[in-house]
């Protein structure tokens, strides 16, 4: 699959991103999983960007599961894993919006607009995510 890389945006930048490979995504599956990091890059309660070949995400281990979501906030260019992370919501580093990551929505203003998450698949410790791939994606890969 070729995409253009997405630009990371280190004005926030606190976390290291982990790196999967050059950026590449580095396996996936026939049922369109795509391993994002180990579940051990990722401490308890606490969240990392992870830059893989078509996007950006970000990764939250919590007392609830794993849960991947687009990195960036809806309401302006803020990478969420720069912001605060209690329980299953995320909070911008930049104007404060909250999100849940259990569902994507957006819980205060100025953000108006859900976060994208994926489904999470954990297989021998390692955090995968399914991507809904068109036929076109597929025969790219
Ligand atoms: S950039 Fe996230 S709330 Fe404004």
């Known amino acids: 699959m070729q995409v253009a890389a997405v630009p990371t945006d280190h004005r926030y930048r606190k976390r290291r991103p982990l790196e999967t490979g050059n950026g590449a995504i580095i396996a996936m599956t026939s049922d369109n999983l795509v391993k994002v990091c180990e579940l051990s890059d990722i401490p308890l309660n606490d969240m990392r960007c992870v830059s893989l070949s078509d996007r950006n995400v970000l990764v939250a281990n919590t007392e609830a599961g794993v849960f991947v979501a687009d990195e960036m906030c809806t309401h302006e260019d803020a990478r969420l894993c720069d912001g605060n992370l209690s329980g299953t919501k995320v909070k911008c580093p930049l104007h404060g919006s909250r999100f849940?990551?259990?569902?994507?929505?957006v819980l205060d203003d100025p953000a108006d607009t859900n976060l994208?998450?994926?489904?999470?698949?954990?297989?021998?410790?390692?955090?995968?995510i399914s991507l809904n791939l068109t036929e076109s994606d597929k025969q790219k890969t």
């Open 100 to 105: 849940e990551l259990t569902t994507g929505q």
């Open 116 to 128: 994208v998450t994926y489904p999470v698949t954990i297989v021998d410790k390692s955090i995968y």
